[in-house]
T-cell receptor, first 114, second 113 residues
């Protein structure tokens, strides 16, 4: 079955540590995205990538980094520079073009900073 | 600026009909999406409107008025499993001509017996 796999589902981090969240898709989608969700707020875009070896900052990219070396993979690193990293992180993919807003989401990764 | 507004919470009775409203202000609008998100889970796609009017899909319908910057999601014959958050999202354009979604904060719907 095609889909998006995120790991780990739950992650605890000490302050000052970098962590990397994995996102893999086998939907053959060109576009991939990382969103952050906080209670009572809408999903906010961290980074996006429309093609391999290219990615762009979203609305809240500070303290995060990504890579897109393969079409299937779009890992997100939460660095120690991110001041409030505790959140629910969602990876998504889509086709490009007019229906690019039809996002397919992974199950999410919940990061807690201790 | 870019803004999506929808009510924070709604309650309804099993078997009833509920309408969740959404107003939006975005530049380069291309279409309006609705997603369903159960607690602790990822959002799933419900509907997409690009033209004015009503799109019906089973028990769910979605309406769009581009001139008014307004959409609603209509849920009929409510079931307990419909208790979830409903996210309204409007498209705008990235630089380079790609679509980008702006999400509202979501409407948390509670269905009671």
């Amino acid at each position: 079955d095609g889909g998006i796999t995120q790991s780990p589902k739950y992650l605890f981090r000490k302050e000052g540590q970098n962590v990397t969240l994995s996102c893999e898709q086998n939907l053959n989608h060109d576009a991939m995205y990382w969103y952050r969700q906080d209670p009572g707020q809408g999903l906010r875009l961290i980074y996006y990538s429309q093609i391999v070896n290219d990615f762009q900052k979203g609305d809240i990219a500070e303290g995060y980094s990504v890579s897109r070396e393969k079409k299937e993979s779009f890992p997100l690193t939460v660095t120690s520079a991110q001041k409030n990293p505790t959140a629910f992180y969602l990876c998504a993919s889509s086709i490009t073009g007019s229906r690019a807003g039809e996002l397919f989401f992974g199950e999410g990764s919940r990061l807690t900073v201790l | 600026g870019q803004n999506i507004d929808q009510p924070t919470e709604m309650t309804a009775t099993e078997g009833a009909i509920v309408q969740i409203n959404c107003t939006y202000q975005t530049s380069g609008f291309n279409g309006l999406f609705w997603y369903q998100q159960h607690a602790g889970e990822a959002p799933t796609f419900l509907s997409y409107n690009v033209l004015d009017g009503l799109e019906e899909k089973g028990r769910f319908s979605s309406f769009l008025s581009r001139s008014k910057g307004y959409s609603y999601l209509l849920l009929k014959e409510l079931q307990m499993k419909d208790s979830a958050s409903y996210l309204c999202a409007a498209t705008t354009m990235f630089s380079g001509g790609y679509n980008k979604l702006i999400f509202g904060a979501g409407t948390r719907l509670a269905v009671h017996p």
